[in-house]
């Protein structure tokens, strides 16, 4: 069984030499006697920038679980279950849920896997657009933003896992939608593939404020906060009276020792803007009523999905890494194995 596991934990910007490949004795591909587990074979894991903050040995309470130095990196996935003492999962079906990573992985808590019931749809898709970044979208942006048609939204990462499904559900409400992303290829997917209505390229501004100043004129409704920092700086100064933020994530501040000040936070006020935090964990009982709502728009085209898909556990440590110098374009995926 060939595993990825953390060598150490990690302080500062994670790198590959963190990780290790490693292998270990066949699995037994048996659920002992009277045992609730299932065995999976893991077919693709999700690198998720989340997983930076388990890597971390953390002295106060953490909303993820550190993870244990020597042990395989843990996260969601896709498998097909080999065997189970579970009544809710047969041999043969696909889930997707928590797993390790590594080629096959014994879940001891079952009750994190769901059943896929929908295998047309490409099973990789439980890893991003029908996965946790799927909800993460769809929670953060009909339930938290509290979008109107018509409204102005402005999405960080907007060529990511999240932010895609952000700016295209979006659209699909009838707001005026504007994304960033950190190189000319991702703004021009925004663009061509995803349907925003404008998009600039964050590295090459030399004025945040200037370039959300030129995309809204009027100013922004809605903002999906993605990455923290300069740009939230910025969009402070140019949101509405009564104007909502969805902090989402933060990722510019994942890897720094001391995380930097927000400067414009007095406009939270003086603009009545409502700033809410989330996470996808929480709305994970609302699950159906999103698939329900996307699955149609899946297989009417309105939604399209990017995924960056490596091959092979041993790339899933460069994969990951990847995700903090914006070297993926679209969701990140591994394969483990395809069958
Ligand atoms: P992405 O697929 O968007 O990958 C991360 C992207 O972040 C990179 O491609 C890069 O894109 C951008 N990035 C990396 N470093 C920086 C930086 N210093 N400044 C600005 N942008 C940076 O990841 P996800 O869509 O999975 O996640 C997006 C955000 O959502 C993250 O903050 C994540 O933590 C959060 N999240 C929160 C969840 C929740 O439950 N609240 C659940 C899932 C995700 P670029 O080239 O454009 O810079």
Sequence with gaps: NKKVILKNYVNGFPKESDMEIVRTETVRLKVAEGSKAVLLKNLYLSCDPYIRNSMSKHEEANYVPDFVPGSPISGFGVGKVLDSGHPDFKVGDYVWGMTGWEEYSLVTSPETLLKIKDTDIPLSYYTGLLGMPGVTAYAGFYKVCSPKKGETVFVSAASGAVGQLVGQFAKLMGC????????????????????????????????????????????????????????????????????????????????????????????????????????????????????????????????????????????????????????????????????
């Design 176 to 339: 005026y939608v504007v994304g960033s992303a950190g190189s000319d290829e991702k703004v021009n997917l925004l663009k061509k593939k995803f349907g925003f209505d404008e998009a600039f390229n964050y590295k090459k501004e030399k004025d945040l404020n200037a370039a959300l100043k030129r995309c809204f004129p009027e100013g922004i409704d809605i903002y999906f906060e993605n990455v923290g920092g300069a740009m939230l700086d910025a969009v402070l100064l140019n949101m509405r009276n009564h104007g909502r933020i969805a902090a989402c994530g933060m990722i510019s501040q994942y890897n720094l020792d001391k995380p930097e000040g927000v400067h414009n936070l007095m406009f939270v006020v003086t603009k009545r803007l409502r700033i809410e935090g989330f996470l996808a964990f929480d709305y994970f009982p609302i699950y159906d009523q999103f698939f329900q709502k996307t699955v149609p728009y899946i297989k009417e085209g309105k939604i399209t999905y990017v995924e960056d898909v490596v091959e092979g556990l041993e790339n899933a440590p460069a994969a990951l890494i990847g995700l903090f110098s914006g070297r993926n374009v679209g969701k990140q995926v591994v394969v483990v194995a395809r069958e």
